[in-house]
């Protein structure tokens, strides 16, 4: 059975795969995040491809057979190129879950003010209340992905953790 999607989408990752193909990480507002593949997008006569860029935010046709398919996307805009905007696209990659939309975070992903802080809140890990795991120092600046813990900037200094993000 094939499901076909046609949805609003934000290009999180873009990532080469096999001969000619792209695996494409999508925040969709319908789905949430999902991984697609673009097939013979790195063929050089691919129109798609220019469309797949990070921070892009698309119109996706969606094929879902066993995998999703990127088969075509509409370009509509893309959100502003920062150090910020790039984090926070790692962020959403990091912490959503597969196939599980939530409309706030898709506004506000949109709305090209998101911010590492405002991200974090959304998924449900506020800064504003936490404190450093380690030794309970209000004002945490650091956030590690992986651990899903706040750290503030001494402790995150010893801890030598390499996967974190900096809150500003
Ligand atoms: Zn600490």
């Not at 969709?28 to 991984?35: A, N, S």
Request: aromatic residues 8%; contains cysteine.
């Amino acid at each position: 059975m094939t499901n076909e999607y046609f949805t609003d989408a934000i290009i999180l990752d873009k990532e080469p795969i096999g001969e000619s193909d792209l695996q494409i990480t999508l925040y969709t507002k319908d789905l949430g995040r999902i991984t697609t593949r673009a097939v013979s997008a790195r063929k050089i006569t691919s129109k798609l491809a220019s469309h797949l860029e990070p921070l892009n935010l698309v119109q996706a046709r969606l094929v879902q057979k066993n995998r999703f398919q990127v088969v075509d996307a509409l370009c509509n805009g893309a959100l502003p190129k920062n150090s910020d905007s790039i984090a926070v696209l790692q962020l959403v990659k990091d912490l959503t879950a597969e196939g599980q939309p939530d409309y706030e975070l898709w506004e506000l992903l949109k709305s090209g003010q998101a911010t590492g802080a405002s991200v974090l809140r959304a998924l449900g890990f506020d800064g504003q209340f936490a404190v450093c795991e380690n030794c309970g120092n209000q004002n945490p600046s650091y956030f590690l992905v992986k651990q899903l813990e706040y750290f503030c900037a001494p402790c995150f200094v010893k801890s030598g953790k390499p996967v974190s993000f900096a809150l500003e």
